[in-house]
């Protein structure tokens, strides 16, 4: 059974720019979140995909978007980068929607925003 | 406006003794916690939860208390090992809700 898994691992994009970062889910996984967590602080949520249509969203401005596929894979898109989107982005797949199913998190993408 | 809360950035703790993290929140609609643990250059991989109807959950070395009167919970890890090294993140829900609200995470550094 393979893990998530996230890529590219690490990417350094221009202010301005727009960015696609990739996350395959776990294997009987239909549910994936995307979390953003910048230096010395906790995941913050960004949106959850749950059998392709968006289930639920943070405090993210529209400029963060996603999609899921019919694989249940997933993208998160982010335009018009800022300084402050520089993070780690994480994604986590589960069984479906709810805290209690358990999250498998993937390694993260390391974006740096220059 | 942090609702979830993890005063100790670090704990430094001998091996083979008891390591103690808490976690604070303000939050009185939480009804679920977890812990998760941190390795570096990896996602976080869960370790417990306890349900707010319950007050003690327990997995081998590992026991969560919840005091949902002081809206604390904490994780008691013992006997602490050296692979226990690591950060570990409190993350709190309301009714099986697809979004965890994080802590900003404790570095537990277990000392040989």
């Not at chain 1, 893990?3 to 996350?23: A, E, M, N, W």
């Not at chain 1, 994936?32 to 968006?54: C, K, M, N, T």
């Amino acid at each position: 059974e393979t893990g998530v898994t996230q890529s590219p691992t690490h990417l350094i994009k221009t202010r301005g720019q727009q960015v696609t970062l990739r996350c395959s889910s776990q294997s009987g996984h239909n549910t994936v979140s995307w979390y953003q967590q910048a230096l010395g602080q906790g995941p913050q949520f960004i949106f959850q995909y749950y059998r392709e249509e968006e289930n639920g969203r943070g405090n993210f401005p529209p400029r963060f978007s996603g999609l899921q596929f019919p694989n249940y894979s997933s993208e998160l898109n982010v335009n018009a980068l800022e300084l402050d989107d520089s993070a780690l982005y994480l994604c986590a797949s589960s069984l479906s929607r709810g805290v209690d199913y358990g999250y498998t998190f993937g390694s993260g993408t390391r974006l740096t925003v220059v | 406006d942090q609702q979830v809360k993890q005063n100790s950035p670090s704990l430094s703790v001998q091996e083979g003794r008891i390591s103690i993290l808490n976690c604070d929140y303000t939050n009185s609609m939480f009804d679920y916690f977890l812990w998760y643990k941190k390795y570096p250059a990896e996602g976080p991989t869960f370790l417990i939860s306890i349900s707010s109807i319950k007050d003690k959950n327990e997995d081998g070395r590992f026991t969560v208390f919840l005091n949902k009167s002081a809206k604390h919970l904490s994780l008691h890890i013992v006997p602490s090992q050296p692979g226990d090294s690591a950060v570990y993140f409190c993350a709190a829900s309301v009714s099986s809700n697809y979004q965890l609200i994080w802590g900003a995470g404790t570095k537990l550094i277990i000392k040989p």
